[in-house]
């Protein structure tokens, strides 16, 4: 069974970075498309970014894009979300959900979420 963990979280100035990272097991990561996703206090769940299985292709919502980048590393199990230049905007829940091979509509597997909080 796939198991995802998100890690990474925490409080940060405005202007800011973070790098959550979203270790997998139970299954091998190169077979998954793995999304990230936030969820703020009254707000929906919104797509954060998402890479493909391959690595090949990644998206980004427009309000993270220029800011936020997706990467993987296949050996160690491991997505990563390099976020830079924060703003309150983007304190959120942030959760990885997996899919197999393809950025699709739907995630089958989730994490349990980090929280990231953009504070002064």
């Known amino acids: 069974q796939l198991q995802l963990v998100e890690s990474g979280g925490g409080l940060v100035q405005p202007g800011g970075s973070l790098r959550l990272s979203c270790a997998v097991s139970?299954?091998?990561?190169?077979?998954?498309?793995i999304g990230w996703f936030r969820q703020a206090p009254g707000k929906e769940r919104e797509r954060v970014s998402c890479?493909?299985?391959?690595?090949?292709?990644?998206s980004y919502a427009d309000s993270v894009k220029g800011r936020f980048t997706i990467s993987r590393d296949n050996a160690k199990n491991t997505v990563y979300l390099q976020m830079n230049s924060l703003t309150p905007e983007d304190t959120a829940v942030y959760y990885c959900a997996a899919n197999f091979r393809y950025c699709a509509s739907s995630f089958v597997s989730w994490g349990q979420g980090t929280q990231v909080t953009v504070s002064s």
């Open positions: 890479i493909g299985s391959s690595g090949g292709y990644t």
């Open positions: 139970g299954r091998t990561l190169d077979n998954y498309a």
